[in-house]
């Protein structure tokens, strides 16, 4: 099965409508799948909710469908830099599921192996755990504790963005992208690899692949890239 495509706005024909739970990969603005979101924006789609470490910055990343007002709701676990983010938010425009990272990467994680939902710690005695089934167990010392019931995520699409992948969708991350990429690429009933480089099939060391090609339905190259930074900081110059 062929999985190249030609351009971002090819490989989302037919998947996107309003109201879906995207899953997007990236740490900050690396290993973001930039082009992908452009094309989102594009489409005009709306009511979208997405499951993300981050909402980007204004403009960047998720950012820029937030301008748009395409975004009904985050699931995201960090949203600092974003201040239309911070303006939604607190006006009551945006709807907002706080989830702390570690919990984020399970929930997808889990959802991508078919776990409905899971039993973790982190949240305990937090507004995280308002509403949410708590549960008493051993913890690693015998000793019984309270844990709160998360729900893996489940998402109509899955987004994310790769350093190099095969032909058949065999992909690798580059460093910090590989933090949520690989779990936001296994919950998406289909899942999007936007790559910036694509080898022929067999290069890759097997022992070096990050998500195997079964998790990949479809794949753009989205190079070349300007590298972005989310919050610069420089030192003062000194002085003779």
């Not at 994310?160 to 991350?173: I, S």
């Not at 794949?219 to 003779?240: H, L, N, Q, S, W």
Request: with cysteine; proline share 4%.
């Amino acid at each position: 099965m062929k999985k190249l495509y030609p351009n971002a706005a090819a490989a989302l024909d037919g998947l996107l409508h309003d109201n879906m739970l995207i899953a997007s990969g990236g740490f900050g603005l690396c290993g973001i799948p930039e082009r992908l979101l452009e094309a989102i924006r594009e489409s005009g789609v709306k009511g979208l909710t997405f499951a993300s470490n981050n909402a980007g910055i204004d403009n960047e990343g998720i950012g820029m469908l937030l301008r748009t007002q395409q975004v009904a709701k985050m699931i995201s676990s960090y949203v600092g830099e974003n201040k239309e983010f911070e303006r939604q938010f607190l006006s009551g425009e945006l709807e907002v599921e706080f989830c702390p990272q570690g919990t984020l990467a399970e929930r997808m994680r889990a959802g991508g192996a078919g776990i409905p939902g899971f039993y973790t710690k982190t949240g305990v005695g937090t507004q995280v755990a308002e509403g949410k089934e708590h549960k008493e167990f051993p913890d690693r010392d015998g000793v019984m504790s309270t844990y709160i019931m998360e729900r893996g995520i489940f998402a109509d699409l899955s987004i994310v963005k790769a350093w190099k992948a095969d032909e058949t969708g065999n992909t690798m991350f580059r460093k910090t992208a590989r933090n949520f990429n690989v779990p936001a690429a296994t919950c998406g009933k289909v899942c999007i690899v936007e790559v910036e480089e694509i080898m022929p099939t067999g290069s890759l060391d097997p022992d070096a692949i990050h998500l195997p090609g079964v998790f990949v339905n479809r794949m753009i190259v989205g190079a070349p890239y300007d590298k972005k930074i989310e919050f610069r900081t420089v030192r003062e110059k000194e002085t003779a």
